[in-house]
């Protein structure tokens, strides 16, 4: 008996479970997404998803997630159960039909995120969770291979030891794959190539192995890092990897117009793609930060510009060219860039080492350092050199020495108060959808207006780079969709993903009702069984109940009364019932008060209240029964 118990309960839990599942999925955000922060330690996290059953009301909640293990220090705060959505009815400024989104303001910190439905005032099934979403501080890295790591299977860098610590680890989607070691194979890579093949973004936990989007190599010093700013700042940590190994400032200048081709490499003399290396870190603004908000570019990069002598006045002019450029290809005027000072490099009259540093590349970095310009001072990077932290070379940074620079780039910041003078960006809101029906098994998706250009794709396909569709709406069957916009900065914004099912379902409208009825009566109108209702009626009159119940009624209440019916999925059904409120009677024959019989007034079964006229014809006798506390009607 007690296995049967056990597996009755074990059933139950299960399709409870499964219930609760189909009733509401979490589209957006994506777990391990990190939403920047403003200065009052706060963001707005946009939420949305769909429904597969009738749901008048969705609440959201943020719940902190423990410290402990490998959560690391965490200030979040719990936001409470509070409103994300409520069902518009036939208004279509709200998303609906088998789609909702909302956001909620969260403080910093790293969150389970929760959604619970309501349908007639009661709870609907159980509440649908999504694990690890943040709120905290977004980075984008820029500069040479001592930013972007260097390839090497033996000297990654550390995996981040919290959990908190997020990167996107997948950033362009090409149908070629160049070797990065063969530079006559990088075309490819070109800015106008791949700034369209963005992988919709999907975060993943910052390992030594992760390629950060969208062109990092290796976790390198950033993950060290993360979990520093996660046990000083108390935040989860995002970070973009936007530089490109091997490049001087005067690559980076050179590419910011991507029409034409970039100098060649200082050191090796190769070709950059066109907008390369200028190109990543456009993409790394107009896609992620965009998306998630920032609040700085880290610039680690100096040391091929040691090598190739650049003077202190060409390095600051080809960097403030490539600042400025940043924030006007991204909108972000004030973007606020973080300027290590690094310079050491191969002696170029040894170049089996040991390297050497460069006064003139450190003083132009200084000289570039102006906070109230948003420009701030980062680490000093050459004085941690040597075997146990560099290469054979003395260049490239390993082992301890990663771990130095995370701690050095950790210092800088705080020295700087960027939580305080680093004004940051927040995420633009997610473009949002609005689905309606057009068939059965077609459902028509609109996007957002105000958008400069509109790209559909499906997500599961390719990282969502293929595009399926464009214009400000499409027509789809079943599958799952996004849309991906950008506006006049080139800035993409890219929707929650929408899923489509294989049917929409079918709808009825039939109004079943007492009419005629007399005056002073009660009307009673009762739709067939549907999600969603919306009845209107003469003065104005409208409900989404499925029954109309109309006391008292009176000659006002005569006309037509239009019902609609709607699935969830916005297919609809119309019908219409005329009513007639009789006012008026007219004696037919002699009899009783009661009878219809006695009355002519095209009311089957009706008879006169103390509402109506009535006419008795001279010769009619009619008979009211009186009973106790019966008031005679107004002949």
Same mark, same amino acid.
């Given at each position: ?25 979490? /589209?957006?955000?994506?777990?391990? *997404? ?21 749901? +008048?009301?969705?609440?959201?909640? &943020? ?11 965490? #200030? ?28 909620? /303001? ?20 159980? +509440? ?34 919290? #959990?908190?610590? %997020? ?31 963005? !992988?919709?973004? +999907? ?6 192995? /992760? ?6 190599? %290796? ?40 029409? @034409? ?8 003399? $190769? ?6 290396? $200028? ?19 880290? &610039?680690? @990069? ?8 650049? %003077? @202190? ?37 040894? &170049? ?35 075997? +146990?932290?560099?290469? !054979? ?17 950790? #210092? *800088? ?40 250009? $509109? ?13 399926? !569709? ?16 950008? #506006? ?44 969603? $209702? ?10 989404? @109940? ?8 009176? *000659? ?15 297919? /609809? ?58 008031? *005679?009607?107004?002949?």
């Amino acid at each position: 008996m007690k296995h049967l118990y056990k597996l009755a309960s074990l059933l139950f839990f299960i399709l409870t479970y499964h219930q609760s599942l189909a009733q509401l999925s979490i /589209t957006f955000p994506t777990t391990r *997404a990190v939403f920047q922060r403003d200065l009052s330690n706060q963001a707005s996290v946009h939420v949305a998803g769909v429904y597969t059953e009738k749901v +008048e009301r969705i609440e959201v909640r &943020l719940v902190p997630i423990p410290a402990g293990g490998s959560i690391g220090p965490n #200030d979040a705060v719990d936001t409470q159960w509070q409103t994300l959505w409520t069902y518009p009815g036939n208004t279509t400024s709200t998303p609906s039909n088998g789609y909702f989104q909302g956001s909620v /303001t969260a403080k910093g910190g790293w969150y389970d995120l929760k959604v619970r439905a309501y349908q007639n005032g009661s709870l609907l099934g159980q +509440e649908t969770t999504l694990s690890k979403v943040g709120v905290g501080e977004v980075f984008v890295i820029a500069g040479q291979s001592n930013a972007t790591g260097i390839a090497d299977p033996d000297n990654t860098g550390p995996s981040a030891t919290y #959990d908190q610590v %997020s990167a996107v680890g997948i950033g362009y989607k090409i149908t070629e794959n160049p070797d990065p070691n063969q530079p006559d194979q990088w075309g490819p890579w070109s800015y106008s190539n791949i700034k369209d093949k963005v !992988a919709t973004p +999907e975060f993943v936990h910052l390992d030594a192995t /992760t390629t950060l989007a969208p062109f990092g190599l %290796s976790a390198w010093c950033w993950g060290a890092l993360g979990d520093l700013l996660v046990q000083r700042w108390r935040v989860p940590v995002a970070f973009f990897q936007g530089g490109w190994s091997g490049t001087g400032s005067v690559n980076w200048f050179t590419s910011i117009d991507p029409s @034409q081709d970039p100098a060649l490499n200082p050191v090796f003399s $190769y070709p950059y793609p066109k907008g390369q290396p $200028y190109g990543n870190l456009r993409v790394s603004l107009n896609n992620y930060a965009s998306q998630y908000g920032v609040r700085a570019v880290l &610039l680690h @990069q100096g040391e091929t510009d040691n090598f190739a002598n650049t %003077s @202190q006045e060409t390095y600051v002019s080809n960097w403030n060219a490539v600042i400025t450029a940043s924030r006007s290809n991204s909108g972000k005027e004030n973007l606020p860039w973080v300027i290590s000072r690094a310079s050491r490099y191969f002696d170029r009259t040894n &170049l089996s080492g040991p390297s050497i540093n460069s006064p003139t590349i450190i003083s132009a970095q200084n000289a570039l350092i102006n906070p109230t310009k948003q420009i701030f001072a980062g680490p000093a990077t050459d004085d941690i050199h040597g075997p +146990e932290y560099r290469d !054979a070379v003395d260049v490239h940074f390993k082992g301890q020495g990663l771990l130095l620079l995370a701690k050095a780039w950790a #210092d *800088a910041l705080d020295a700087a108060n960027i939580r305080s003078q680093a004004t940051p960006y927040a995420a633009l809101a997610p473009a949002r959808l609005y689905p309606s029906c057009l068939s059965s098994t077609q459902m028509r998706v609109k996007g957002q207006d105000g958008w400069a250009s $509109y790209t559909w794709v499906n997500p599961l396909n390719n990282n969502g780079v293929n595009s399926v !569709a464009s214009g400000n709406s499409a027509d789809f069957t079943a599958g799952t969709y996004q849309l991906k916009v950008s #506006d006049s900065k080139g800035n993409v914004i890219v929707s929650p993903r929408i899923i489509v099912p294989a049917s929409l379902g079918t709808v009825t409208a039939t109004i079943n009702g007492n009419t005629p009825l007399s005056a002073g009566h009660t009307l009673g109108l009762t739709a067939a069984d549907a999600p969603y $209702y919306s009845w209107s009626g003469p003065n104005g009159y409208t409900s989404a @109940q499925k029954s109309i119940q109309l006391a008292d009624v009176s *000659a006002s209440q005569t006309g037509t009364y239009n019902l609609m019916t709607t699935n969830i999925y916005g297919c /609809t059904a119309t019908t219409s019932k005329p009513v007639q409120v009789i006012t008026s009677y007219t004696s037919a024959q002699s009899g009783n008060w009661d009878d219809p019989a006695t009355w002519t007034a095209n009311c089957p079964g009706c008879i006169p209240t103390s509402k109506t006229n009535v006419d008795l014809r001279p010769t009619h006798r009619v008979v009211i029964k009186a009973t106790q506390n019966t008031t *005679a009607p107004n002949p």
